[in-house]
C-alpha cells in the first residue's frame, strides 16, 4: 500500500492524484501525436470533474492552463491556446492588508462601537436620547451574548461613557437598564411548518374569502 505522504506531492489537488498520473504519463509519450491525443483527453476527464465551471468565461482555456501547470510546464503539445507564462504562475499573490482596530471592548463590535462616538458628537435631542436608548439595549445584548456571567448593567453604563469619551452618562436606574430585555422572535415563512407545509396561523385565500377578509 502507498501512502500518499510518501508519494510525490500534487500541485492542483482538487484534479486528484490520478489525473496528476496521468499527465506524467502524458509527458513522457515520445510520439507527439499521442500526446496530443493523450493531452486532449485528459482535459475531457479534468472538465468532467468541474462541471460547476463549465459556465466560467474561458472555461477550456483555464483548463489547458491547469494542464501546463499540472505538468510543470513540461508537456510540449498543440495547444489550441498560448501558454500562460511561467513567471505569473509561480510568484506569491500580493498579500491583502488586513484592518486592524483596536478596540478595548471587541465583544460590542466595532460597528456599536463606532455608533457610540458619533452619538456622544451629537447636540442634546429627542432623537439623540431614541439612538442612546437602542444602542444601550443593543450593548446589554451584545454583553449578554460574550460574557458568561451575569448582566451587570453598572458596567454597560461604565462602557458607554469610556467609549463616548465622556459625552453619554447613563444611571442604572433609567427604564432601558430596569426593563427586561425584548425577546427576539422568529417568524417562520410559509411553507416552513405546520400541516401542508404552512406555518401556524396560516390561512388560505379562499377561506379568507369566505371569511370576508381580505
Known amino acids: 500500500m502507498k501512502y500518499n505522504t510518501l508519494q510525490n506531492k500534487i500541485i492542483m489537488p482538487e484534479y486528484g492524484r490520478h489525473v496528476h498520473e496521468m499527465v506524467e504519463y502524458a509527458v513522457n509519450i515520445k ?34 492552463n491547469h494542464l501546463l501547470i499540472i505538468s510543470d510546464f513540461k508537456l510540449d503539445i498543440d495547444a489550441p491556446y498560448p501558454p500562460p507564462p511561467r513567471n505569473e504562475m509561480v510568484e506569491s499573490p500580493y498579500s491583502v492588508p488586513y484592518p486592524q482596530s483596536h478596540i478595548r471592548q471587541r465583544h460590542y463590535g466595532k460597528i456599536l462601537v463606532n455608533m457610540i462616538r458619533e452619538a456622544g458628537r451629537l447636540d442634546d435631542c429627542p432623537q439623540r436620547n431614541s439612538l442612546i436608548s437602542l444602542l444601550a439595549i443593543q450593548m446589554r445584548k451584545s454583553y449578554t451574548t460574550w460574557n458568561r456571567s451575569e448582566l451587570n448593567n453598572e458596567h454597560i453604563v461604565q462602557d458607554i461613557w469610556d467609549i463616548s469619551d465622556g459625552r453619554i452618562k447613563l444611571n442604572t436606574e ?29 390561512m388560505s385565500k379562499r377561506k379568507r374569502k369566505l371569511m370576508g377578509k381580505r
Open 174 to 202: 433609567m427604564s432601558i437598564f430596569t426593563e427586561p430585555m425584548p425577546k427576539e422572535t422568529v417568524q417562520y415563512s410559509q411553507g416552513s411548518q405546520g400541516h401542508g407545509g404552512h406555518g401556524h396561523g396560516y
Open 31 to 64: 510520439d507527439r501525436e499521442q500526446r496530443n491525443i493523450a493531452a486532449y483527453t485528459i482535459i475531457g476527464v479534468m472538465g468532467s470533474l468541474m462541471p460547476h465551471l463549465r459556465d466560467v468565461p474561458d472555461f477550456k482555456h483555464k483548463l489547458w
